[in-house]
């Protein structure tokens, strides 16, 4: 996904390069919802340690902050399990020691095998999930025109759609809506995705992140926003229950993060039962409804933990068909992915 970018809380403990690492210190590279004191501090007082924690956003710059890194220095990464073999060829993670995870609890759509096994070697556990499709405010549109993406590009909701600045997700959603799936987008496809990026660009009101694309969502400032999910949503449920998110006809995309070792750490153990931890059912229960983003959690057996309210913003019945219906995000090759990103910024000077 990105990192879920992601929403409004951030506070993070920074590892300082150089500082010796004490003996009760877990260093971890993470998105936001792994800064929730609420899930570290069980963990914390269990074992009698700290954990450090620095956010960053997209797997190349949590890929730039480990080559910047001496061996050592991070001993947790959290990153999107597509990108795991990304990392695992440049050498940054350690093999995920056997039974680290109960993936036979799991739900088996996000296994993620492909990605987190390389050479028959696993490197990473997925840890929660979730879908970049359609939010909206359904005070303000009706969810009926929301079962399709069409309705974006229809003119009935001009200059009240926010796009999430995230080029896979939305090129991958508007390849959708051109009747392409994820898996073939290419140069030559990418091309046909032009015209109905500008269009969908002037029809809308802004290009946003996380944070921006909530305020406007809660402001009423706009009313769609195409990329968003539950994670973006559910947050706010308690603030405003008329945020809300669907997966149209045409499909979602999923994403997927996952949790590994950082190779050279010098706490394999102690990093191996964070894993435990974090996968476990109560972890799961606690990630799923971080203060920063919501999500799904990949192991089942967090429904016995969750509440009842909590599943139903979660759409915890619904996952079979949103999982049957969800693609996974484009995975280019360097000249696809350079070729997204210039029809990206092109959108974005448009």
Not at 61 to 89: F, H, K
Request: charged share 20%; net charge negative.
């Amino acid at each position: 996904m990105k990192t879920p970018t992601r929403p409004l809380v951030a506070t993070c403990a920074l590892l300082i390069s150089g500082t010796p690492l004490a003996a009760d210190e877990l260093n971890a590279l993470i998105w936001c919802d792994h800064a929730d004191p609420a899930l570290l501090e069980p963990f914390e007082t269990a074992n009698d340690v700290r954990v450090n924690v620095k956010e960053y956003e997209g797997t190349a710059a949590g890929l730039t902050l480990l080559e910047q890194s001496r061996p050592g220095d991070w001993d947790i990464m959290v990153i999107d399990a597509v990108d795991v073999p990304r990392a695992v060829e440049r050498g940054f993670l350690a093999p995920l020691p056997e039974g680290t995870a109960p993936t036979g609890d799991y739900f088996p759509e996000v296994l993620f095998t492909d990605s987190v096994t390389v050479d028959g070697t696993v490197y990473a556990a997925v840890e929660k999930f979730g879908y970049n499709t359609l939010a909206y405010n359904k005070a303000a549109v009706d969810p009926a025109d929301m079962a399709s993406l069409e309705a974006l590009w229809s003119g009935k909701y001009d200059g009240r759609i926010a796009i999430y600045d995230y080029y896979l997700p939305v090129l991958g959603l508007v390849g959708l809506q051109a009747g392409i799936d994820t898996a073939d987008l290419d140069a030559a496809t990418l091309e046909t995705l032009r015209a109905p990026l500008m269009d969908l660009r002037a029809a809308s009101r802004q290009v946003s992140d996380v944070v921006a694309s909530q305020t406007a969502l809660a402001t009423g400032e706009v009313d769609v926003l195409i990329g968003g999910g539950e994670w973006l949503t559910a947050v706010l449920n308690a603030e405003n229950p008329d945020l809300d998110w669907t997966i149209p006809e045409e499909g979602a995309l999923l994403w997927a993060q996952s949790i590994a070792i950082v190779e050279g750490t010098e706490r394999p153990e102690l990093a191996a039962k964070f894993i435990e931890y974090i996968t476990s059912p109560e972890g799961q229960a606690r990630l799923a409804t971080s203060s920063c983003y919501w999500g799904m959690p990949a192991n089942k057996a967090a429904g016995d933990v969750l509440g009842d309210a909590e599943k139903a913003i979660l759409r915890w019945d619904e996952q079979v068909d949103y999982l049957s219906r969800a693609q996974l995000y484009p995975v280019p090759d360097a000249d696809t992915d350079a070729a997204m990103q210039d029809l990206w910024t092109d959108m974005l000077q448009n």
